[in-house]
C-alpha cells in the first residue's frame, strides 16, 4: 500500500502534513508515503508512478483534491486508486492550522486508508457467451431507424412487427411537414424508402404479423421467442423498444360531437380522409381535443397542433377556396416547429383562436361549433362541413414484452404509463438495463424525434453489449467493473433485495431465493443496503470496507466537547454538491466525517449501529431528490431511504438514543448553500443534545 | 352569443391596406398593454387585432375604439410578432369612411387610385360649367383681379352651397355610424347628455392632450398642432374675407392683419407637412406604412396651401398665368374641403363624434 499527498491548492497551507504522513505510518504498517507540492503536474505524476512501482503497491491512496476531478491523471493500471478528499471537503472549508481542521483531515485520511485495507481485488462479471445480436421490437419510424442504423454499424438486427407491413403510423401519412425551418412545401412521406433500405439490408431480419411470447435473460444473453405461428426463438444481446402509440379513444369525446356523425373525425382520419376524398369548403380543428384534461389525457402529446396545422393545408392546397378554423387551448409547436406555425399564420384563409369548445352540434348538412373563452371576446358559434378532433398519443403497452422478470412483464412507468427513462440525464434509458425505449413509447414525440430516438437508443443498445463484453457497468456508473456479490450460504430468502431492487436484477427461484443477474445490475448498491443478513456486497463498496471506514476515526470522549457527526452522502448529486460547496469556499464545522455512497439507498442499517456505537454523535444521510421528477439515479434509492428511516428510528428507541441523532435530507446538484446549511445546523443542533452516551463504553 | 362569419374579402383588404401580416398576430396583448389611451376595460387594440384577423367588418366598422387610438405608434414599435396594430386600425377608420360615405361612390372615389381622373374632372367640370353660366370663364384683361374671373357672389354661394350639400349627406353617414357605435358598444348605464361632453371633447381636441401620452412619435403632437391650427386660422381668414368681399374691403392688402394671419398659417402648415413627409420617409419604422389614401390627402392639402401662396403672390406680382393658379386653387379647395368627410381628413368628424360618444358613456 502506498500514500501520496499533495500540498498544492493551498491543502499543505491549513495541515500539517508531516504528522498526517506519520498518522498513515501509524495506521498502516510500512506504508510507502510521498509528498508533492503539484501532484497532478508531470513531474507530480512521474513521483507518483516511481513509489508505486518502488514500494509493489497494488493500492494507493492519494490525499489531495476531489476524486471527480483529475480522475485521468492519477488513473493507473493494475492499481486501486482510493481518493482522499483534503481540499474540497476540509481545507477549502474549514479553518487553517486549527486543531479541530487536522484531526478532521487525519480521519479523512484513516476511513481512506481503512477502505483500502477492507476492500477485495476486482474481478468484472463476464458471462461466458456475450451475443451481440439486437432485437428491435415495432417497424415504426423509430424502430425503422433504429435498425438500420444499427445494422449499418454491423450488428445483426431482428426487427419484430406486429402487423403486416413496415412504417406503423408515420407510413400512414399523406404528406410530411416541410423541413426543419419550416419554410417551403409539404414534403412527400419518406419511411417506405427507409422501410425498403430496411428490409434490403443483409444484416437484418424482419419477422413481420409476430408478437414476443417471452424475453428472459440478461443483457448479452436475451432469449426472445416470438409468437408468429412458427416456434422462433433468439438469442440478442439488446433490446430497442420502439412500440409506438395508439390515438387516444375518441369515442370517449362525445362531449365533441365524435360518432354523431361522419363530419366528425379524428386527426388520423382525416389523413386517411384527405388522401382520397374531396375537402370541404369549411373545416374546423379543435386541438387539444381530450388533451391536457384530467378527465381524459392530463398531458400535452406535443404532436397534434403541429399535425392539425398540416392538415390545415392539407385544405388549403386541395381546395384553394376552403376555409379553416382553428380552435386552439395553447399553440404548442415545439422548437423549430414554430417556423412551421408562422408559415401557416401567413394563409389568410386559416383563422385562429384560442377558446374552449362548448358544444359541437351537426345537422344533415353542417356542423355547428360553439366555443366559449375564446380571444374574439364573447361566446362564438360558427358554421362549419367538417370538424377534426386533434386527439393525443396514448402509449403501447410495454406489457407485450412478456419479460420474464420477477417485477413484471412490462417496463416500469412513470406517469400516464409511458415507460421511463430519465429524461434528463439519460433519455432512452429504461429500468429494465439492456433494455432501450425509443419513441413515442416512452414520450410524446414527432416524427424528427422518433427519428432520433431510435438511433439514440440502437446507440445504447450497442453500448450495453460492448460494455458486457468488458463486464463494464451501463451508465451512470459506466466503467465500474465490480457487481454484487452474494453469500448465499447466510440468505433467508427474505426477498427484500428482489424487491427493491429497482432494475429487476434479481429474478427468484420457487423457494423465493435470490437468483442474481449481474449484467442487469446498475451497481447502486441499493441491495447492500436492504440485506437485513449483510451478504450482498462489491468488491470495493461492503459491509465490511465502509463498517472498517466507520470505525478507523479517532472518537475523542465527552468531556472533550467535539462531537463527531458521520455524513453519508451520495456521489450523484449530493457529493458534487458538496464540491461546489468546497469551490465557493462555505465554511463547514470541523466535526463532520464524509463517506460517499453509490446511493443513499445503499447505506445498510449496520453502519448506522457501528456508527452510533463507536461513539459518534449523530448520522447525516443527504442524498438526491425523490418524487415524481426524481433526481435519484437510481429511482428510488432516497425514497427506500426514507422508508427504512422509520426503521432507524425503533433502532434508536432500543439503544434509548434520541431521535435527532439520524437525519435524512435530500438536496439538487445545484443546492451548495442549502447542503452548506443542513450540515451546520445538524451540527448546532447535535451540539444542544449532548454527546452520544456510548462513546464512553 | 356571436355568429361569426368570417369575412375573408374584408380581411385581405385590411391585409392588402395595412400591410400587416394579420394572422401571425398572436395575442399576447403587448399592444393593449403599452398603449397610453387604451382603457383599462376591454383595452384595444388587441380585440380589434382578432377581429380582423377574422374578417369580422360589423364588429369593426362603428366600433367607438377605433376612433380612440390617435396612431401614435407605440404599439407597432413594441409588437412582438410586428403585426403593427396602429396601422390596422387606421386601415379600419379608412373602410369606414368608405362604409359610411353616401353616396358610396364618394368613398372609392378618394380611396382608390383608379377613380383619381374623376375625383378630379369633377371639381375641374362643376368650376367650369359655373363659370360658364357666369359669363366669366375667360381670362380678363388689365391688372389681376380675381373677382373678374369669378365673381364673389358666384364663388361664395356656389361654393358653400356645394360644401353643405356634401357635409349635409356625410352627416347622414354620422348619424348611421352613432347608431353603430351605440349598438356595438352600449352604455353601461352610467351615461352622462353627449352634449354636456361638447365642451371637454372640444377641450381635449385643442389640446392634444391625447397626442402627449404617445412615447413613440413625439414630433406627432407638433406636426399635428401645426396644421390643426393653421388650417383653423385659414379658415377664419376664409370667412373673415367672405365677409370682407361683400362689404367692399376686397382683396385684402399685403399688410393686412387677416392676410398676415392667412400667411402665417400657411407656414404654420408648410412646417406641419414638412414634419410628417420626412417622418414617413426617413422614420418609416416606426410610423409604419403609409397608404394612398393618406399620401394624397397629404399633397392635396400640400397643393392646396402652395396654390393659395401662388395666387395671392400672383396678384400683387400681377403674373400672366394668375388666373390658371386661381383655377388650380378652387379644384384644391374642392378637394380638401368638399371631399373632407370622405377622405382621411373626414376623421375631423368621426373622431370628434366618437369622442363625443366614447365620454358620454365613461369609455375612457
Redesign the interface.
Known amino acids: 500500500m502506498a500514500l501520496a499527498v499533495c500540498t498544492g491548492c493551498g491543502i499543505g497551507d491549513g495541515i500539517d502534513m508531516e504528522h498526517l504522513m506519520q498518522v498513515a505510518g501509524e495506521e498502516v504498517d510500512g506504508i510507502a508515503c510521498m509528498k508533492h507540492p503539484a501532484l497532478c503536474s508531470e513531474e507530480g505524476i512521474d513521483h507518483l508512478l516511481r513509489l508505486v512501482r518502488d514500494a509493489g503497491a497494488d493500492r494507493l491512496a492519494i490525499a489531495a483534491c476531489s476524486p471527480r476531478v483529475k480522475s485521468e491523471q492519477f488513473r493507473m493500471d493494475g492499481v486501486y486508486v482510493e481518493r482522499i478528499n483534503l481540499r474540497e471537503h476540509v481545507v477549502w472549508v474549514m479553518e487553517p492550522d486549527d486543531e479541530d481542521t487536522q484531526m478532521c483531515a487525519e480521519d479523512h485520511l484513516r476511513m481512506g486508508l481503512a477502505n483500502l485495507g477492507a476492500i477485495s481485488d476486482i474481478h468484472p462479471y463476464i458471462p461466458e457467451q456475450v451475443h451481440s445480436d439486437i432485437l428491435v421490437v415495432g417497424g415504426g419510424l423509430a424502430g425503422l431507424t433504429a435498425t438500420l442504423d444499427g445494422a449499418s454499424a454491423g450488428y445483426r438486427v431482428h426487427l419484430v412487427e406486429k402487423s403486416d407491413s413496415l412504417g406503423g403510423y408515420a407510413g400512414r401519412l399523406y404528406k410530411l411537414m416541410p423541413a426543419l425551418d419550416g419554410h417551403g412545401e409539404l414534403r412527400e412521406p419518406d419511411t417506405s424508402v427507409l422501410a425498403e433500405q430496411v428490409l434490403a439490408h443483409p444484416e437484418v431480419e424482419v419477422y413481420l404479423d409476430s408478437t414476443i411470447g417471452s424475453i428472459s435473460g440478461e443483457p448479452g444473453n436475451f432469449l426472445v421467442q416470438l409468437e408468429n405461428g412458427k416456434e422462433t426463438s433468439l438469442t440478442v444481446g439488446s433490446v430497442v423498444v420502439s412500440t409506438g402509440w395508439k390515438p387516444y379513444d375518441a369515442t370517449r369525446l362525445g362531449h365533441m360531437g365524435y360518432g354523431l356523425s361522419p363530419k366528425i373525425k379524428t386527426l388520423e382520419e382525416f389523413e386517411k380522409h384527405s388522401k382520397r376524398e374531396k375537402i370541404p369548403d369549411r373545416v374546423l380543428f379543435i386541438l387539444c381535443a381530450g388533451s391536457r384534461d384530467e378527465a381524459h389525457l392530463p398531458y400535452c402529446s406535443s404532436y397534434c397542433c403541429s399535425a392539425a396545422l398540416k392538415q390545415a393545408l392539407y385544405v388549403r392546397e386541395r381546395n384553394p377556396e376552403a ?1 379553416v ?1 382553428i380552435i386552439y387551448r395553447d399553440i404548442r409547436t415545439m422548437g423549430f416547429q414554430e417556423e412551421f406555425y ?1 408559415m401557416v ?10 377558446g374552449v369548445v362548448d358544444s359541437v352540434s351537426p345537422d344533415d348538412a353542417r356542423v355547428r361549433v ?1 366555443v366559449k373563452d375564446s ?9 362549419t362541413d367538417m370538424v377534426v378532433l386533434a386527439t393525443g398519443m396514448v402509449p403501447s403497452s410495454t406489457e407485450d414484452l412478456q419479460l420474464q422478470y420477477r417485477l413484471g412483464k412490462g417496463l416500469p412507468e412513470i406517469e400516464y404509463s409511458f415507460s421511463d427513462s430519465h429524461f434528463i440525464c439519460f433519455p432512452y434509458e429504461t429500468r429494465r438495463t439492456g433494455i432501450y425505449a425509443a419513441g413515442t413509447v416512452r414520450a410524446p414525440m414527432d416524427l424528427e424525434s422518433s427519428r432520433e430516438d431510435g438511433a439514440g437508443a440502437m446507440m445504447k443498445a450497442i453500448q450495453c453489449i460492448e460494455c458486457v463484453k468488458r463486464g463494464e457497468a451501463v451508465h451512470p456508473r459506466a466503467g465500474d467493473l465490480t457487481f454484487p456479490e452474494l453469500y448465499m450460504d447466510r440468505c433467508t430468502d427474505c426477498k427484500r433485495c428482489t424487491e427493491e431492487c429497482p432494475f429487476g436484477a434479481y429474478d427468484e427461484d420457487e423457494k423465493g431465493t435470490p437468483l442474481s443477474n449481474p449484467s442487469r445490475c446498475r451497481r447502486c448498491g441499493i441491495c447492500v443496503g436492504s440485506c437485513p443478513e449483510r451478504v450482498i456486497g462489491f468488491a470495493d463498496f461492503s459491509i465490511n470496507s465502509v463498517s472498517a471506514m466507520i470505525k478507523s476515526i479517532h472518537v475523542p470522549d465527552e468531556f472533550e466537547e467535539k462531537p463527531r457527526i458521520l455524513v453519508f452522502v451520495c456521489e450523484n448529486d449530493a457529493y458534487p454538491a458538496l464540491d461546489a460547496a468546497g469551490v465557493n469556499r462555505l465554511k463547514f464545522s470541523p466535526y463532520i466525517r464524509i463517506i460517499p455512497v453509490r446511493c443513499l439507498g445503499s447505506v445498510n442499517k449496520v453502519w448506522i449501529s457501528d456508527a452510533l456505537s463507536h461513539g459518534y454523535d449523530g448520522i447525516l444521510q443527504i442524498g438526491c431528490k425523490p418524487g415524481d421528477d426524481y433526481q435519484c439515479h437510481f429511482i428510488h434509492g432516497s425514497e427506500l431511504t426514507e422508508q427504512r428511516g422509520e426503521n432507524l428510528q425503533e433502532t434508536l428507541e432500543t439503544m434509548m438514543l434520541e431521535p435527532e441523532r439520524i437525519r435524512t435530507r435530500f438536496v439538487e446538484i445545484t443546492d451548495y448553500r442549502e447542503i452548506q446549511k443542513i450540515i451546520n445546523e445538524y451540527v448546532e443542533e447535535l451540539e444542544l443534545i449532548g454527546p452520544n452516551p456510548f462513546k464512553s463504553l | ?6 369575412d ?1 374579402g374584408f ?2 383588404e385590411l ?1 392588402r391596406m395595412s400591410g400587416s ?4 398576430c398572436m ?1 399576447c396583448g403587448n399592444c393593449s398593454a403599452v398603449c397610453s389611451l387604451a382603457p383599462a376595460e ?1 383595452p384595444f387594440p388587441r ?1 380589434e387585432m ?2 380582423s ?4 367588418k360589423e364588429k369593426l366598422i362603428g366600433n367607438v375604439d377605433v376612433w380612440l387610438c390617435f396612431q401614435c405608434g407605440d404599439c407597432s414599435s413594441y409588437c412582438p410578432r410586428d403585426v403593427k396594430p396602429a396601422d390596422v386600425i387606421a386601415a379600419v377608420r379608412q373602410k369606414t369612411y368608405m362604409h359610411y360615405a353616401r353616396p358610396r361612390f364618394l368613398g372609392k372615389l378618394v380611396s382608390e387610385p383608379a377613380w383619381l381622373p374623376v375625383a378630379i374632372l369633377i371639381p375641374v367640370m362643376v368650376i367650369a360649367s359655373i363659370l360658364s353660366v357666369a359669363g366669366t370663364f375667360k381670362i380678363p384683361e388689365g391688372p389681376v383681379d380675381y373677382s373678374g374671373f369669378f365673381p364673389h357672389v358666384w364663388l361664395n354661394s356656389t361654393f358653400t352651397l356645394i360644401t353643405l350639400l356634401f357635409y349635409g349627406v356625410a352627416f347622414l353617414g354620422l348619424v348611421s355610424f352613432w347608431k353603430d357605435m351605440k349598438r356595438l358598444v352600449p352604455s353601461s348605464g352610467q351615461e352622462t347628455g353627449a352634449g354636456s361632453k361638447i365642451f371637454p371633447v372640444l377641450g381635449e381636441i385643442l389640446s392634444h392632450s391625447n397626442f402627449s401620452a404617445c412615447g413613440s412619435q413625439r414630433t406627432r403632437k407638433i406636426a399635428h398642432m401645426m396644421l390643426f391650427f393653421g388650417f383653423g386660422l385659414l379658415i377664419l381668414v376664409t370667412l373673415y374675407a367672405i365677409w370682407a368681399s361683400h362689404t367692399g374691403n376686397y382683396p385684402l392688402p399685403f399688410r393686412n392683419p387677416f392676410k398676415i394671419a392667412g400667411n402665417v398659417a400657411s407656414l404654420m402648415i408648410y412646417s406641419g407637412l414638412g414634419i410628417m413627409v420626412y417622418q414617413r420617409l426617413f422614420n418609416r419604422s416606426v410610423f409604419g406604412k403609409s397608404s394612398y389614401t393618406d399620401w394624397l390627402l397629404l399633397t392635396a392639402i400640400g397643393l392646396l396651401t402652395l396654390s393659395g401662396t401662388l395666387v395671392q403672390l400672383a396678384r400683387f406680382g400681377n403674373w400672366s398665368c394668375a388666373y390658371h393658379l386661381y383655377f388650380f386653387h378652387l379644384v384644391a379647395v374642392w378637394f380638401v374641403i368638399m371631399y373632407l368627410p370622405f377622405t382621411k381628413l373626414g376623421h375631423i368628424f368621426y373622431r370628434t363624434t366618437a369622442l363625443l360618444y366614447a365620454r358620454s358613456i365613461g369609455r375612457k
Open positions: 376555409q378554423y408562422k399564420q401567413s394563409d389568410d384563409a386559416i383563422f385562429l383562436t384560442s360553439t380571444l374574439l371576446d364573447e361566446m362564438i358559434s360558427l358554421e | 352569443m356571436m355568429d361569426v362569419k368570417p375573408i380581411k385581405r391585409i401580416q394579420l394572422n401571425q395575442q376591454r380585440k382578432i377581429w384577423g377574422w374578417g369580422l
